[in-house]
């Protein structure tokens, strides 16, 4: 789960971080007043929205008065910030940060991951600030300093001087950058966070370490020890599709083809996507309807499915282990009486009790393409899907 700028700078100034002063506002006005309240002379007014690259973007703009500021705000609620992270739709923005503007020295890169094959947390930094981390691993890739935290003992303070040392940070300032780099490891170990991305952090003019943005995700798996993070999640910045399948309890991810699948194990969802790739079709989605598949949850994994207009075809790809061809071949039967579909539907069944779930799909008289193996079923999802389209396209001509 991502979380927004102004909550991960709150966060992690609770961990020692320092961060400018700011403060969030829902309107225009409110953003105006919140930045007399706050004071000084200048502004930077902050999109906030789950992804970077505001700046380039559009969404970060410095104001030096009350009309600048209205200004600027007026340009970005209710729009969609577009970035290189944020996909062609882009994002909503209807909250924004002002923040005191500070005067920057130099910037700094600094990320927190999990870096799978050390096990370990990695600390990335580099001098060169204020660029993504893929373009500085592009054309500096000698300016980056990786250091792996041992879990043992954590984070010490000569591990975090060394990295300080290596950016070059200058002596007066290194005890604060340690400060700095044991307060985000101590955030991101306490708080099971994925990542923690501070880009730029800054040294300012009158000396100063600040983090000027702040980026957290966190392991979704452990957020039910975290209500508190959990009430963070921003359902406005998600993909509609797949926030509606989270609350169903359905793991659903939306891709840009027409054939729509339906499978239950996410091994098994990733194989069906790929089979039809080689089948010559494109994958609307992947979707693990989880090992139950229960009519219930095969329902709704119809409608959730259907509920994205590209889909011209679907894939239902059901491993019977625990489960029962012929419970499933109830659900789809029933999912499929309920909600009818115009597209065509291809079902394969295999495992426990596979020729009754075959005869439950012959007797139901429905127009369900059947199928043995995973390939024949890709073969027959995108041959359907093809005919169809061109019967729809030769339709279409006749009128
Ligand atoms: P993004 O990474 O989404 O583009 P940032 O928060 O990093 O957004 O802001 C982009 C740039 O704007 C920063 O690299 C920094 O140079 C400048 N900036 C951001 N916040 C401040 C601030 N409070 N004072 C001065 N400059 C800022
Ligand atoms: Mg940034």
């Not at 940070?169 to 991305?197: H, K, N, S």
């Not at 392991?219 to 993070?229: S, T, V």
């Amino acid at each position: 789960m991502d979380i927004h700028e102004y909550q991960a700078k709150e966060i992690l100034s609770k961990f020692g971080v320092e961060v400018p002063v700011g403060a969030l506002a829902y309107s225009p006005e409110q953003a105006a007043y919140r930045a007399r309240e706050m004071g000084g002379e200048k502004w930077i007014v902050k999109a906030q929205v789950h992804a970077g690259g505001r700046g380039k973007a559009g969404g970060v703009k410095l104001c030096d008065c009350d009309s600048a500021i209205q200004q600027a705000c007026e340009g970005m609620f209710g729009q969609k910030l577009v970035t290189h992270q944020t996909g062609p739709a882009g994002k909503g923005i209807y909250r924004v940060y002002v923040e005191a503007a500070v005067a920057i020295d130099r910037e700094i890169y600094l990320g927190f991951v999990l870096d799978r094959s050390s096990q370990r947390v990695m600390i990335v930094a580099s001098a060169e600030g204020g660029m993504e981390i893929e373009d500085i691993s592009a054309s500096k890739p000698e300016s980056i300093v990786r250091s792996t935290v041992e879990p043992a003992v954590g984070l010490r303070e000569f591990q975090a001087r060394e990295i300080a040392f290596a950016l070059g940070i200058e002596p007066a300032l290194v005890q604060q950058m340690v400060r700095t780099l044991q307060g985000c490891y101590r955030a991101f170990l306490e708080l099971d966070a994925t990542m923690v991305e501070i880009n730029p952090l800054v040294v300012t003019a009158d000396k100063r370490i600040l983090a000027l943005d702040a980026k957290m995700t966190f392991d979704d798996n452990a957020l039910f020890r975290h209500p508190q993070i959990s009430e963070l999640r921003d359902k406005s910045q998600e993909d509609q599709r797949e926030s509606r399948a989270a609350d169903r309890g359905l793991s659903y991810v939306g891709l840009d083809g027409n054939i729509g699948c339906i499978v239950n194990g996410a091994g098994l969802a990733m194989a069906t996507m790929d089979t039809i790739k080689l089948a010559g079709g494109e994958p609307a989605n992947f979707l693990d309807i989880g090992g139950g598949a229960t009519p219930d949850r095969v329902a709704k994994a119809f409608r959730l499915v259907m509920s994205d207009s590209n889909v011209q075809a679907i894939l239902v790809n059901i491993f019977a282990g625990i489960n029962r061809c012929d419970w499933v071949a109830e659900g789809v039967v029933q999912a499929l009486r309920d909600n009818p579909v115009e597209v065509p539907v291809i079902v394969r069944l295999s495992g426990t009790n596979v020729k009754e779930g075959q005869k439950i799909l012959a007797k139901s008289g429905l127009p369900i393409i059947r199928a043995t193996t995973l390939m024949e079923a890709a073969e027959r999802v995108v041959s359907a899907w093809k005919s169809d389209l061109n019967q729809n396209t030769s339709l279409r001509a006749a009128k």
